[in-house]
């Protein structure tokens, strides 16, 4: 039976800054809207709304991780994995309890999602929410996951990016923004980045099991160079929001940041050096949407 530190270690907690990122990002630019409009915001609306996609958000980053681990694990993806710690693949928890910790965290976040939509009055965002949950169970769950297809990134920068953000912001102010937009995109490159450090550090074991992610189909090469654009890309995204809104500068202030993961991956680094690359894109991602928050409520 697996242990409490064990489920937090399937968990993947070095991804979970994919979850909080969008709703941080999604909540800034809300705010601005709100005082760009109104000159005034209500927390009492703010707040209990970006808690709900905070919810959404992390049910379901824990449950698509707990659904690769069971959906690779039966598959044999993961018996010779580098990477962190899989449940499945291990041995350490059976594949069926595994795949009731997913389904229970999917559901758990499709609650969330329901009474945010209940709340915001937003009934149309039904169908976005069931399409998230199918995405995240869909990965590399079914008899074709669009992960092994190398449609992984593109589904991750769509639901943690431009679905995230935007809807965060959307549920709070009733308004389409462009800079929640801007934000959305800027923050699924990231989320991308993450997934891409995790896919070219298993680009050797993903070829032998015949998982064909975009990371094995770019090859080592051209897969650094797109985790290299995918993390300096979101700087150069916020000059028009920090034109029009200097305090948003802050964001630069997570440049450095980007430096040793980049420098990693563009130095040809393998296995398990790319662990701590991982943890780092993650740093990158929740540093960055933190301090576009702060820039943005300024």
Do not use: C
Not at 50 to 74: E, H, P, R, T
Not at 83 to 90: I, M, Y
Not at 135 to 162: D, I, N, Q, R, S
Request: hydrophobic residues 55%; positive net charge.
């Amino acid at each position: 039976m697996a242990s409490w530190s064990q489920w937090v270690q399937g968990a993947r907690p070095r991804t979970l800054p994919a979850a909080l990122a969008p709703v941080a990002a999604g909540t800034g630019a809300a705010v601005w809207q709100l005082e760009s409009l109104t000159g005034a915001v209500d927390w009492g609306l703010v707040i209990p709304r970006a808690l709900l996609a905070l919810g959404v958000s992390f049910s379901l980053q824990v449950g698509v991780n707990y659904a690769n681990d069971y959906s690779d694990g039966i598959r044999g993806t993961d018996d010779d994995r580098v990477g962190p710690f899989r449940l499945t693949g291990s041995g350490a928890a059976s594949p069926a309890t595994v795949k009731r910790a997913a389904i229970a965290s999917l559901a758990l976040g499709g609650l969330f999602g329901l009474v945010l939509i209940a709340v915001a009055q937003m009934w149309w965002a039904l169908v976005i929410g069931a399409a998230a949950i199918a995405a995240a169970w869909f990965y590399t769950g079914g008899k074709k996951p669009y992960g092994y297809l190398g449609l992984g990134e593109v589904f991750v920068f769509l639901f943690f990016g431009l679905v995230a953000v935007n809807g965060t912001a959307y549920a709070i102010t009733k308004q389409p923004t462009w800079v929640a937009l801007l934000g959305s995109i800027a923050i699924g490159l990231l989320a991308v980045a993450l997934m891409l450090t995790n896919n070219l550090r298993d680009i050797p074991t993903d070829e032998i099991a015949g998982k064909r992610t975009l990371a094995v189909r770019l090859g080592q090469r051209g897969t650094r160079w797109l985790y290299t654009a995918t993390v300096l890309a979101p700087f150069v995204l916020m000059v028009p929001v920090i034109i029009e809104h200097r305090p948003a500068a802050l964001v630069l202030l997570a440049l450095p940041l980007a430096i040793p993961p980049v420098r990693a991956v563009l130095g040809d680094a393998r296995g398990r050096d790319l662990i701590p690359v991982l943890g780092a894109t993650g740093r990158l991602e929740l540093v960055y949407s933190l301090l576009l928050l702060i820039g943005l409520i300024l």
